[in-house]
């Protein structure tokens, strides 16, 4: 088991930087490091408590973003990283995007899309 990096863009109001992501699919949400959202002026909507894996508490402020991955654009929530936070990419910005990880090529690909 290894860890999957992919390069993506995000984007609001017309200002976008490209983002290296940590794929982690057991993340609800993705997150933006201070300085990316920073650049993006991007406001919180709400504040949301998450569980890290080893069970601690912390909140952490809410916003939403346009997401650019292979090939794929759309809108998603996003958290707000503080300082030492780093860039994940989680489950539902690739839902969001219709991608999934390919676990043996470590790429995004096509989502099987269900409806019913």
């Known amino acids: 088991m290894g860890l999957t990096f992919i390069e993506g863009t995000v984007a609001n109001n017309g200002t976008s930087r490209k983002v290296e992501f940590l794929v982690d699919s057991g993340a609800v949400y993705s997150l933006l490091p ?23 508490k912390i909140k952490r402020r809410v916003s939403e973003c346009n997401f650019v991955l292979a090939g794929e654009e759309g809108h ?41």
């Open 76 to 116: 998603s929530p996003v958290i707000l990283g503080e300082p030492g936070d780093d860039a994940l990419l989680g489950a539902v910005t690739l839902e969001t995007l219709g991608l999934v990880l390919n676990p043996f090529n470590r790429t995004l690909q096509p989502m099987m899309m269900r409806l019913g």
């Open 34 to 56: 201070q300085q990316v959202w920073k650049q993006l002026k991007l406001k919180a909507k709400r504040t949301v408590t998450f569980t890290l894996a080893d069970g601690t």
